[in-house]
């Protein structure tokens, strides 16, 4: 069973900066892609940013610029490198891995842009 933990959330001021890791566990082969989304309370889940095994990135148009997208496909894990950070950043942001057909997600992390 494919897990994913989601971790480097918190409390940051506008224009701040935080680092969103996201560890997987469990039998992962082939060729996937590792994302993250984020919600905010009565709105649909969105995409942020995310990287396939080769290596292409997608933004969100709302984050280029500001967020990273990174990985290590040794390790399976993702990171969000996330700068000049908003209050319209807040949310609690996922972690999603994408194999084929099926989907994982994390647990979510909050992520809480105010001064």
């Known amino acids: 069973q494919v897990q994913l933990v989601e971790s480097g959330g918190g409390l940051v001021q506008p224009g701040g900066s935080l680092r969103l890791s996201c560890a997987t566990s469990?039998?992962?082969?082939?060729?996937?892609?590792m994302g993250w989304y984020r919600q905010t309370p009565g709105k649909q889940r969105e995409l942020v940013a995310t990287t396939t095994s080769g290596g292409t990135t997608n933004y969100a148009d709302s984050v280029k610029g500001r967020f990273t997208i990174s990985r290590d496909n040794a390790k399976n894990t993702v990171n969000l490198q996330m700068s000049s950070l908003k209050p319209e950043d807040t949310a609690v942001y996922y972690c999603?891995?994408?194999?084929?057909?099926?989907?994982?997600w994390g647990q979510g992390t909050q992520v809480t842009v105010s001064s």
């Open positions: 469990g039998s992962i082969f082939g060729i996937y892609t």
């Open positions: 999603k891995l994408s194999i084929g057909l099926r989907n994982y």
